[in-house]
């Protein structure tokens, strides 16, 4: 076992705080503020979390399975897991393996991976890397020409869907990545990075990872026509020229061919639009709580969603995930499955590739014990007789 694998192998880790807990004490205060942070206030951040607390559970006792079937069919792909492993951006800040690593775990792990725009490993490789599905999620970064070639390159390299965001008019305000120095520390120059230096020497462990690496090189998978790889800039300032909407769905569609996956719907409107448009799933989503502040978190929507969309395409959710019963809790409202971010983007921060299958490996353990405690002997069995939710909630 490798010094990364004995960091984060139980009891040492026994949930996914634990993976935040050293993923915190591994990396800058930029890198790990950018994956743990959220929009303004973070009210959406947290309530993502802390909404999973309003529904309890109404188990069926006295009942007893010897296997639990975890597995879910999602576009077509039968997962061993409910849970697939979100776009995370600026992965190989996190650890040099990044994208590589994430889509290598969830493919042993016999579940799905989507690769970010925003990636430091081109989309070949990260493809290349998993036994299971890769899914590209799209941005517009470049404008159209630079999307065209990257849905052609991943069409090529054998990606089986698009996962399209659509909650990215202008990047969210995240008010720890000014303070922190995010935008100096991936596109500044020296003297601009000056006074984030002394966060950056007290990790010199990430510090050398990051020397030997290379540094921030450009984004391989945005490809300017004429110009090259673009820079590894401010995300901000990309997303800001890269504004998705539902016309430009028309020609993604034609020109891709495949599944598409809408990421980003938080109203029955936006739900039936997506179907209008020819999505084969939408993911009901809020970005992390890292795009508009005081939206309703995910979980909240999705009873709309899922009544709105009613039955015609596949609904996915992410959000707040970090426990089994988090994930049965979404099921039960009426998720295909879920997707997980945050999760095993702590796990990889603290530990590269065993972070992440220990992430895994976490969840997965939590929903087989929270299956067997609910009663149900399979997550396709879950539905709204095994929860409690508000009152409120369906009188809206």
Known sequence: MTQSARSVASPKVVNIADLRAIAKRRVPSA??????????????????????????????????????????????????LPFLLAPVGYSRLMHPTGEVAAARAAGNAGTAYILSTISGHKLEDVRAASKGPVFYQLYLMGGRGAGEAVIERARIAGFSALVVTIDTAVSGIRERDFRNGMKELVSGSLFEKLPFLPQILAHPGWLASFLMDGGTPPLPNVVIPGKGPMPLVDVAAALAESTVTWSDLTWIRKLWGGPIVVKGVLTADDARRAVDEGAAAISVSNHGGRQLDCVPSSLRVLPEVVKAVNGQIEILMDGGIRRGTDIVKALCLGARAVLCGRAYAYGLAAAGEAGVNRAIEILRTDLDRSLRLVGCPSVAELDRSYVNIPPSWDAN
């Open 31 to 80: 890198v790990f503020d950018y994956l743990d942070g959220g929009a303004e206030g973070e009210v959406t951040l947290r309530e993502n979390c802390r909404v999973y607390e309003d529904v309890t559970f109404r188990p069926r006792h006295a009942v007893a399975f010897a296997d639990c079937r975890l597995r879910a069919r999602v576009l077509g792909f039968d997962l061993a």
